[in-house]
Structure formats: C-alpha cells, structure tokens
C-alpha cells in the first residue's frame, strides 16, 4: 500500500511540475481540457522514449539500453534515460493519450503522436559544433535531422487534422551543444558565443513545425545546470566556495542557463509576433527544478508522512 501511495504522490508532484512549466493559457489547468488530438516531440534525452537505442549500435551500447533503466514501470529497458517515465509520458498521461511511440521503431502506432527526440541530440548539427571544436560523441540525430524526419512522417501520412489540434514540443533541445562544450574544456564565454546561433536553430524549428500546420507549440528552455550532477562532479571546487549558491549548485553555469534562457525568451516573442494565430509557450524548466530544489525538504517530509501515516490504515 505504501507504494501505491508513494506513486500517487509522484503524480501529484509531476503534475504540480507541469503546472509551473505551462504556466499559460490551458496548460495552467488540466491538461486534458486542451483536448489535444496528438503530440509530436522534438528534442534529446529528456524525452526520447527509443529512438537512439534503435537508430545504431552505438545507441544500442548505452546505459539507457539497460537496466536499471525502466526497471521502476516498464519492468525493463525502452531506451528512456530514466527508471521509470518521463515528463513527455506525464504529459500524455496528463492529456488523456498514449505515450508517445518513438519515431524509429517500426510497425508502431502513430495516431495520436510521434516522438522524435534522440537522446545527445544537439540543436546545432553535428557539422557545425565540430568546426566550433565541439565534438558530439551519441548522435547525429540533432534537430535538423530530427525535422527532416518530422516531414517525412506528415508527407507519408494524412494528419491534416490531428495537427491541427496538436501539440507540439520542441526541447527541451540546446543543452547537449552546451554539456558537450563545457564538458570538453570550452570556457564560459566560448559557450556564450554558441548561444544566438543554438537559439536560432530552435526558432527556425518552430517556425518550420507552424509550416507542417501547428497551432500550439511549447518551447522549453534549460535547467539550473550548476545543480545537476554531472557539473558537480566535473567542475568540483574545494577552495572556492564563493561559486556555489544556497542549494550548493554552481553559481556561473546556473547564471550561463539564465542568460541562454532569456534569449531563448526574447525569440519567442519575436515568433509569437510572427505568427499571432499560433499559441507559443515558453515552458520554464529552470523555475520548476528550482522549485523541487527549493521545497525538496518538505516535499520529502510530506512523502514520508503519507508512507508512514499509511502503515497505520
């Protein structure tokens, strides 16, 4: 019983997720009352639910191809880089759909959306970070390819009006130009000089994603990357404490997020001018990982009250 009411709990707590992230128009409520027909994802590890581990062997090789990967809902690997869902899935789940099959995996039932994000796929193509010097090591399914696909799948098939009532997701994409930058010994500022040209790519996928007919659209932007593990790990300082914050994440890459986010920000706005039929949201997955960081103490206490407090019914 404790762990029904332990995963009762993590779809409250996703849920009040995705209320901070679609904090505009429907996504402030359920997301079932957008009465959304399809889902058609872009983007990276975040929300691929199969492509890489299909798409090569090199994919097929990766952590995400096993266990413990789904081990907590699938009861095994699916090529998620989780143990259980992802916030694609919650979304789904959120607006009364399947989830979302992954875009590679043939014979799979394509009518109420596509996933086709890649986990390590980059918004730049893989050609452009190289002459950057970055190299990507997972993919080369970045956001262009991912497109193309994308334009494939609608000219193969007649969605004309499932698109007119989707939604459509492009990213969370960018972060991995940014990981594989920094990770690779590229200081602060190189990495800011790879910020217009990353927003650019996202812009030119919305608007290509409004050519395919898309009404509504959400734009994620960046994590707090300073509080992520693998920065932790990486850029570890014992001497300087001055470069952690109050959550001890790392205060320059957090700030570096900020700065990618409100350009990110800035773009959408100028699309929503572009394009004033079409809904255009700007999800802020910084706000709301702040939030678990924040409240994560008695989010956790709460969890443990409702474990405990179940023992005894």
Not at 141 to 163: G, I, Y
Not at 198 to 222: D, E, F, L, T
Request: net charge negative.
């Amino acid at each position: 019983m404790a762990r029904s009411i332990t995963k009762d709990f993590q779809i409250v707590l996703i849920t009040a997720f995705l209320f901070l992230v679609f904090s505009s128009s429907c996504g402030a409520q359920l997301l079932s009352l957008c009465k959304f027909d399809s889902i058609y994802q872009l983007g990276d590890s975040i929300a691929d639910t199969g492509n890489q581990i299909i798409e090569s062997s090199l994919g097929a090789a990766t952590p995400c191809s096993r266990l413990p990967y789904g081990e907590t809902y699938f009861n095994h690997p699916t090529g998620r880089c989780s143990n259980g869902l992802l916030m694609i899935d919650y979304v789904a789940w959120e607006a009364r759909l399947p989830y979302l099959n992954p875009y590679l995996k043939n014979g799979s039932d394509f009518s109420h959306g596509v996933n086709f994000a890649v986990s390590g796929a980059t918004a730049l193509p893989t050609s452009v970070l190289a002459a950057k010097g970055v190299i990507t090591p997972f993919t080369n399914s970045s956001l262009d390819v991912q497109l193309d696909w994308m334009s494939s799948f609608f000219n193969a098939t007649d969605h004309a009006e499932e698109v007119k009532d989707a939604l459509f997701l492009v990213g969370e994409i960018g972060g991995n130009d940014f990981n594989n930058a920094f990770l690779q010994g590229k200081t602060m500022e190189e990495a800011k000089s790879f910020v217009p040209d990353v927003v650019q790519a996202i812009s030119h996928a919305v608007r290509r994603v409004i050519q395919y007919g898309a009404r509504r659209v959400v734009v994620p932007g960046n994590f707090p990357i300073g509080c992520l593990p693998i920065y932790l790990t990486a850029f570890k300082t014992n001497t300087n404490t001055s470069a952690y914050d109050e959550f001890n994440c790392l205060k320059d890459f957090n700030d570096f997020a900020e700065y990618f986010n409100e350009r990110l920000q800035h773009a959408i706005e100028d699309l929503r001018n572009e394009n004033p039929d079409t809904v255009i949201l700007y999800a802020d997955y910084y706000t709301a990982f702040k939030w678990l960081f924040r409240d994560a103490f008695i989010l956790g206490q709460f969890l443990h009250l409702l474990i405990d407090g179940n023992k005894y019914m």
